[in-house]
């Protein structure tokens, strides 16, 4: 009985000790052992699964490596000397073969420590080079940048960026109105273009009618010359067709055009124009 207890209780103090000697790194994570006997924070870094420590003498430290979003918002000036809010999203992750140092020197929360100063200097640096116009115009070259600058100055501290963007841009109300202002006055010259345009246009119709009509008077004179009267009977046999073609489609009003070589006909032979009876 004795021996049974004994072995009962050597194999519950092994399985205490042994729960205590272990731990797990989750996925995204890594692990680091702190020594007290060894100088600290081991170099070495624990991949995810599971681990082994000596309690009392060691105790891990698990970190989150993953990407992560972090917002960084600064209120800056331009080139020109306007006052902008902006609002820069950042991926940044720690770089995992320098967790240790990454530790040692920034600690668990290393994103909040260096981060948010880097970004407001580079913000800072980087839109001063530029106008307040140039920021909306050449957002995407400012953005990339911004986002070489930051890498430069995160690498002195193990930190990776993924991604870099300018999710927000504000100017004071004077910009905004001056930008309004701009707008509108571009319009106004558009539509002063469009109206000198138009007057050319009508300019040259009036000439382009002018010409017609001259080539016309001219062609009809020269008709009248060639011709004589014979012109001046065809335009007026013409003018008679289309009076009577009008008043023919009135109310009361019959058009009979005239019947050559018919027995009841005109006598004199001159049944060109026809005839005209008013029916009431």
Same mark, same amino acid.
């Not at 049974?4 to 209780?9: E, F, K």
């Not at 519950?12 to 100088?39: E, K």
């Not at 909040?112 to 106008?131: F, M």
């Not at 927000?168 to 109105?177: D, I, N, S």
């Given at each position: 009985?004795n021996?049974?207890?004994?072995?009962?209780?050597?194999f519950?103090l #092994?399985s205490?000790? @042994?729960?205590n000697?272990?731990?797990?790194?989750?996925?995204?994570?890594r692990g680091?052992?702190f020594d007290?006997?060894?100088?600290g924070?081991?170099k070495?870094?624990k991949a995810?699964?599971?681990h082994?420590?000596?309690?009392?003498?060691?105790y891990?430290?698990?970190?989150?490596v993953r990407?992560?979003?972090r917002?960084? $918002?600064s209120?800056?000036?331009?080139?020109d000397?306007?006052t902008v809010?902006?609002?820069?999203?950042? @991926?940044i992750?720690?770089?995992v073969?320098?967790?240790a140092?990454?530790?040692?020197e %920034?600690?668990? $929360?290393?994103?909040?420590?260096?981060?948010?100063?880097?970004?407001?200097e580079?913000?800072?640096?980087v839109?001063a080079q530029?106008n307040?116009?140039?920021?909306?115009?050449?957002?995407?070259?400012?953005s990339?940048?911004?986002?070489?600058? %930051?890498?430069?100055?995160?690498?002195k501290?193990?930190? @990776?960026?993924d991604?870099?963007?300018?999710?927000? @841009?504000?100017?004071?109300t004077?910009? #905004?109105?001056?930008?309004e202002?701009?707008q509108?006055?571009?319009?106004?010259?558009?539509?002063?273009?469009?109206?000198?345009?138009?007057a050319e246009?009508?300019? %040259?119709?009036r000439?382009?009618?002018?010409?017609?009509?001259? #080539?016309?008077?001219?062609l009809v004179s020269?008709s009248?010359a060639?011709?004589?009267?014979?012109?001046?009977?065809?335009?007026?046999i013409e003018s008679?067709?289309s009076?009577?073609?009008?008043?023919?489609a009135?109310?009361?009003?019959v058009y009979?055009p005239s019947?050559?070589?018919?027995?009841?006909g005109d006598?004199?032979?001159?049944?060109?124009n026809?005839?005209l %009876?008013?029916?009431?």
């Amino acid at each position: 009985m004795n021996r049974l207890y004994m072995g009962a209780s050597a194999f519950g103090l #092994a399985s205490f000790a @042994l729960s205590n000697c272990i731990y797990n790194v989750d996925a995204g994570h890594r692990g680091l052992i702190f020594d007290r006997f060894r100088g600290g924070i081991q170099k070495g870094v624990k991949a995810e699964g599971t681990h082994f420590f000596f309690p009392g003498m060691q105790y891990p430290i698990v970190l989150d490596v993953r990407t992560a979003p972090r917002k960084i $918002n600064s209120v800056t000036g331009t080139k020109d000397l306007q006052t902008v809010n902006i609002s820069l999203r950042v @991926l940044i992750r720690p770089k995992v073969d320098a967790l240790a140092s990454v530790y040692q020197e %920034l600690g668990p $929360n290393f994103n909040e420590v260096t981060l948010p100063s880097l970004g407001n200097e580079v913000l800072k640096a980087v839109v001063a080079q530029y106008n307040a116009e140039q920021l909306l115009t050449q957002r995407e070259e400012v953005s990339r940048q911004i986002k070489d600058a %930051l890498t430069i100055r995160c690498a002195k501290y193990n930190l @990776l960026l993924d991604d870099v963007a300018l999710t927000h @841009l504000q100017y004071g109300t004077e910009f #905004a109105k001056a930008i309004e202002d701009k707008q509108v006055a571009e319009q106004r010259a558009e539509r002063a273009k469009f109206i000198v345009a138009k007057a050319e246009q009508e300019k %040259l119709a009036r000439i382009i009618r002018s010409e017609g009509e001259a #080539a016309a008077a001219q062609l009809v004179s020269q008709s009248l010359a060639d011709y004589g009267a014979g012109m001046l009977k065809l335009r007026q046999i013409e003018s008679a067709q289309s009076i009577a073609e009008t008043l023919s489609a009135s109310n009361g009003v019959v058009y009979l055009p005239s019947m050559h070589g018919s027995s009841s006909g005109d006598s004199s032979g001159q049944g060109g124009n026809g005839l005209l %009876l008013n029916i009431h």
